[in-house]
C-alpha cells in the first residue's frame, strides 16, 4: 500500500511475518487433543526456513504483568512468543488460552494483535487470506489487543475462544498476529514486522482423519549418497495431522535409514517434504514411503534408484591399469635383459 507524502514522496510499507512452528508440541492425529496452554518462551523463526523449528524455553511465569526478567539480544527487533501454536479440542468449545509474549529486542516495541485467517502454504508458512476456508477469526478475542513492550519485557495475550453455534464440524483456523510497526527509512520505506501463533479449532461431529501421499521423487542414477527424496503429502479429511516425533514419516529403503523433519498438514491443505537418503554403495534400490491413517489404510508410494560408484570404479579400473602396464613393462625389461645375457653367453663360446 502506497501512501502519498508531503513533497510527493511515497512511503512504501510492507510486512515481515514470521510464524512460529513447535515440533515439542504433541502430535494431533484424531479430534480430541489438545496442546497444553501453559505456554515457554520460544524464539520465533521465519516460516518455512526449518519443518521442524528451533525453540529455547524457560520455566512459566507466575505473574502475568510485564517482567524483566529476560535477556535481550543485539538486535532492534527481536521478538517472541510462546506457545507457538494452540490446538483446541472438541471438548473445549469455550476457554480462554495465554500466549506469552517478549521483547527481546533493544528497542521499545508497540505491539498490536490482530486475527488473521490464512491456509497452509506448500512449504509450511501461513499464507493469509481475508476469507480463507474454515475460519475461526470470528470465534476469538484476545486481550489485550494493544500494548507497549520495553526491551526484556513480557506481556501475556488472553484468548478467549467460543464457537458458534451449529459450526461445521472439523478443523478451523486462525493466527493471532503480533505485528510491531517499524518506523520511516531514509528510502521512505515503513517494514512491519510480527509474529504469527495459529490456533486450530476442532469442532465436535463426524471427524475424517485421512492423509494421502504421492509424487515421491528422487534422481533415477546417482554416484553415492546422500540422495535427496521429496514428496507431496495431502490431507483430504476434516482434521489437520501431525507427522511429528513417534509418527513421523521414514523412508522404507536399502542402507540408512532416514526421515522426514517434523511437519503438520492443515486440512485440505498439500505439504511438499523432502529428506535426505543415504544409499548403499552399490544397488538398485527402492525407497519407499508409507502414510498410515487412522482407520489403518495405507498408501505408499516408491521410487527407483540405481546407484553405481563410477568414481570408485575408475579409481579401480586406474589403480588396475597401472599394475597391468608395470608388468608389462617389468616383463619387457626381464625379456631384455634375458636376451643381453644370452647373447653374451653366445659370444663367450664363440671366442
Given at each position: 500500500?502506497?501512501?502519498?507524502?508531503?513533497?510527493?514522496?511515497?512511503?512504501?510499507?510492507?510486512?515481515?511475518?514470521?510464524?512460529?512452528?513447535?515440533?515439542?508440541?504433541?502430535?494431533?492425529?484424531?479430534?480430541?487433543?489438545?496442546?497444553?496452554?501453559?505456554?515457554?518462551?520460544?524464539?520465533?523463526?521465519?516460516?518455512?526456513?526449518?519443518?521442524?523449528?528451533?525453540s529455547t524455553?524457560?520455566?512459566?511465569?507466575?505473574?502475568?504483568?510485564?517482567?524483566?526478567?529476560?535477556?535481550?539480544?543485539p538486535?532492534?527487533?527481536?521478538?517472541?512468543?510462546?506457545?507457538?501454536?494452540?490446538?483446541?479440542?472438541?471438548?473445549?468449545?469455550?476457554?480462554?488460552?495465554e500466549?506469552?509474549?517478549?521483547?527481546?529486542?533493544?528497542?521499545r516495541?508497540?505491539?498490536?494483535?490482530?486475527?488473521r485467517?490464512?491456509?497452509?502454504?506448500?512449504?509450511?508458512?501461513?499464507?493469509?487470506?481475508?476469507?480463507?476456508p474454515?475460519?475461526?477469526?470470528?470465534?476469538?478475542?484476545?486481550?489485550?489487543?494493544?500494548?507497549d513492550?520495553?526491551?526484556?519485557?513480557?506481556?501475556?495475550?488472553?484468548?478467549?475462544?467460543?464457537?458458534?453455534?451449529?459450526?461445521?464440524?472439523?478443523?478451523?483456523?486462525?493466527?493471532?498476529?503480533?505485528?510491531?510497526?517499524?518506523?520511516?527509512?531514509?528510502?521512505?520505506?515503513?517494514?512491519?514486522?510480527?509474529?504469527?501463533?495459529?490456533?486450530?479449532?476442532?469442532?465436535?461431529?463426524?471427524?475424517?482423519?485421512?492423509?494421502?501421499?504421492?509424487?515421491?521423487?528422487?534422481?533415477g542414477?546417482?554416484?553415492?549418497?546422500?540422495?535427496?527424496?521429496?514428496?507431496?503429502?495431502?490431507?483430504?479429511?476434516?482434521?489437520?495431522?501431525?507427522?511429528?516425533?513417534?509418527?513421523?514419516?521414514?523412508?522404507?529403503?536399502?542402507?540408512?535409514?532416514?526421515?522426514?523433519?517434523?511437519?503438520?498438514?492443515?486440512?485440505?491443505?498439500?505439504?511438499?517434504?523432502?529428506?535426505?537418503?543415504e544409499?548403499?554403495?552399490?544397488?538398485?534400490?527402492?525407497?519407499?514411503?508409507?502414510?498410515?491413517?487412522?482407520?489403518g489404510?495405507?498408501?505408499?508410494?516408491?521410487?527407483?534408484?540405481?546407484?553405481?560408484?563410477?568414481?570408485?570404479?575408475?579409481?579401480?579400473?586406474?589403480?588396475?591399469l597401472?599394475?597391468?602396464?608395470?608388468?608389462?613393462?617389468?616383463?619387457?625389461?626381464y625379456?631384455?635383459?634375458?636376451?643381453?645375457?644370452?647373447?653374451?653367453?653366445?659370444?663367450?663360446?664363440d671366442?
Open positions: 500500500m502506497a501512501h502519498p507524502l508531503r513533497g510527493g514522496a511515497v512511503l512504501a510499507t510492507a510486512t515481515l511475518l514470521w510464524a512460529c512452528t513447535a515440533p515439542a508440541a504433541p502430535a494431533v492425529t484424531a479430534p480430541g487433543t489438545t496442546t497444553p496452554t501453559t505456554p515457554t518462551p520460544t524464539t520465533a523463526t521465519p516460516a518455512g526456513s526449518t519443518p521442524a523449528g528451533s524455553t524457560t520455566p512459566p511465569w507466575s505473574n502475568p504483568a510485564q517482567t524483566t526478567s529476560y535477556s535481550t539480544v538486535a532492534g527487533f527481536s521478538l517472541t512468543v510462546s506457545p507457538t501454536r494452540i490446538v483446541v479440542g472438541p471438548q473445549e468449545s469455550t476457554g480462554t488460552h500466549v506469552l509474549v517478549v521483547n527481546r529486542g533493544q528497542a516495541a508497540t505491539v498490536t494483535v490482530q486475527e485467517d490464512f491456509v497452509g502454504g506448500a512449504d509450511g508458512s501461513l499464507v493469509f487470506q481475508e476469507r480463507a474454515y475460519s475461526a477469526s470470528e470465534w476469538v478475542a484476545v486481550s489485550p489487543t494493544t500494548f513492550l520495553g526491551p526484556g519485557t513480557s506481556q501475556v495475550v488472553r484468548a478467549a475462544v467460543a464457537v458458534p453455534p451449529a459450526p461445521e464440524p472439523g478443523d478451523h483456523q486462525v493466527a493471532l498476529v503480533f505485528l510491531v510497526e517499524a518506523g520511516v527509512t531514509e528510502a521512505n520505506v515503513r517494514v512491519n514486522r510480527g509474529v504469527a501463533t495459529p490456533i486450530y479449532i476442532t469442532v465436535s461431529g463426524p471427524a475424517h482423519d485421512f492423509s494421502t501421499i504421492t509424487d515421491l521423487a528422487a534422481p542414477f546417482v554416484l553415492d549418497g546422500p540422495v535427496r527424496l521429496s514428496a507431496k503429502v495431502h490431507d483430504e479429511g476434516t482434521v489437520h495431522r501431525d507427522f511429528r516425533g513417534p509418527t513421523a514419516l521414514r523412508v522404507s529403503a536399502s542402507g540408512e535409514s532416514a526421515t522426514f523433519p517434523d511437519f503438520t498438514v492443515l486440512r485440505g491443505g498439500t505439504r511438499d517434504i523432502s529428506t535426505d537418503w544409499p548403499p554403495l552399490f544397488c538398485v534400490c527402492y525407497p519407499s514411503v508409507t502414510v498410515t491413517n487412522a482407520n489404510v495405507t498408501r505408499t508410494v516408491q521410487a527407483q534408484v540405481v546407484v553405481v560408484p563410477l568414481h570408485l570404479i575408475g579409481v579401480v579400473l586406474g589403480a588396475l597401472v599394475l597391468w602396464l608395470a608388468y608389462r613393462l617389468a616383463r619387457r625389461r625379456r631384455a635383459a634375458v636376451a643381453t645375457a644370452a647373447a653374451r653367453v653366445n659370444e663367450s663360446g671366442a
